[in-house]
C-alpha cells in the first residue's frame, strides 16, 4: 500500500504570497492532519478534516485553510505569506474519524521557505 | 504554561545501553490521549504509541516500553539495547477534549537521541 504522498516536496515563495499543500492520504484513510513543524514553535497542529469536513483546528489566524476532496485528498493554502510561516508541513491520514487521537501515518513533509 | 515537557533536550548513548526519555504533562481533562512518536532524520514522523487516560497498564513492544503514572503525569520510554538506528527525535503529545468534543493536541519540545556505534 502506498504510504502518504505530499506535494510538492519544497517550495519556495515570497512574502505576501499564498502557497497550496497537497496531501493524499493511504487508500481507505478518510482522516487527514496538518501540522507545522519550526525550530522556534516546535510541531503544532493546525487542523483535521474528516470526510471534507474540518473536526478539529488548531490555534492558527484565518490564513491558514483548508479542505479535503470526496477521494480523501487533502489540500491547505496559506495567504500572505509571512516569513514565519516558514516551515516543515506534514500531512497525517488516519482509518478512523478523530484521527488525531488514533494511529496516524505521515507524508515525508513539504519544506516551504517564505523569502 | 507547557502542557507537555521533555526536560531532556539531547540524550547521547552508545549502542547497547538503555535509555529513558522522559515525558511529563499537564491536563485537567479526565478523558485525555497521550502519544510518542519518531522523527528520524529523514523528517517523517512516525507513530510509535497511544495511552488514554483511563489505561495506566505499562507497554512493552521489542526494546521499547513506557511506563504512564497518572499520579505523576508522566509518561516514560524506555528504549533497551539502543541501537544506532534509534538515532532520531522523540516526540511526546497531548490530547485533551476542547469544546465541542475536538481534541487538540499538544506536542513536546523533543528528546534528540544519539546513539553512538
Known amino acids: 500500500k502506498a504510504g502518504v504522498t505530499q506535494t510538492p516536496r519544497y517550495l519556495i515563495k515570497t512574502r505576501g504570497q499564498q502557497v497550496t499543500l497537497s496531501c493524499s492520504p493511504i487508500s481507505g484513510h478518510r482522516s487527514v492532519s496538518w501540522y507545522q513543524q519550526t525550530p522556534g514553535q516546535g510541531l503544532q497542529f493546525l487542523f483535521e478534516?474528516?470526510?471534507?469536513?474540518?473536526?478539529n483546528k488548531g490555534n492558527f489566524p484565518g490564513r491558514f485553510s483548508g479542505r479535503q476532496f470526496s477521494n480523501s485528498r487533502s489540500e491547505m493554502n496559506v495567504s500572505t505569506l509571512e516569513l514565519g510561516d516558514s516551515a516543515l508541513y506534514l500531512c497525517?491520514?488516519?482509518?478512523?474519524?478523530?484521527?488525531?487521537?488514533?494511529?496516524?501515518?505521515f507524508g515525508p513533509g513539504t519544506r516551504l521557505t517564505v523569502l | 504554561a507547557q502542557k507537555v515537557t521533555q526536560a531532556q533536550t539531547e540524550i547521547s548513548v552508545v549502542e547497547k545501553e538503555d535509555v529513558t526519555l522522559d515525558c511529563v504533562y499537564e491536563?485537567?481533562?479526565?478523558?485525555?490521549?497521550l502519544f510518542w512518536y519518531k522523527q528520524p532524520p529523514s523528517g517523517e514522523l512516525v507513530f510509535l504509541i497511544r495511552r488514554n487516560s483511563f489505561d495506566e497498564q505499562n507497554e512493552i513492544s521489542g526494546r521499547y516500553s513506557w511506563n504512564f503514572q497518572k499520579s505523576t503525569s508522566s509518561f516514560n520510554f524506555t528504549i533497551t539495547a539502543s541501537q544506532v538506528v534509534d538515532s532520531a527525535v522523540y516526540f511526546c503529545a497531548l490530547s485533551e477534549a476542547g469544546t465541542g468534543g475536538s481534541y487538540i493536541p499538544t506536542f513536546g519540545r523533543g528528546t534528540s537521541l544519539i546513539v553512538h556505534p
Open positions: 491536563t485537567r481533562d479526565t478523558t485525555y490521549y
Open positions: 478534516y474528516f470526510s471534507e469536513t474540518q473536526r
Open positions: 497525517a491520514s488516519s482509518l478512523a474519524d478523530q484521527g488525531i487521537v488514533n494511529e496516524q501515518f
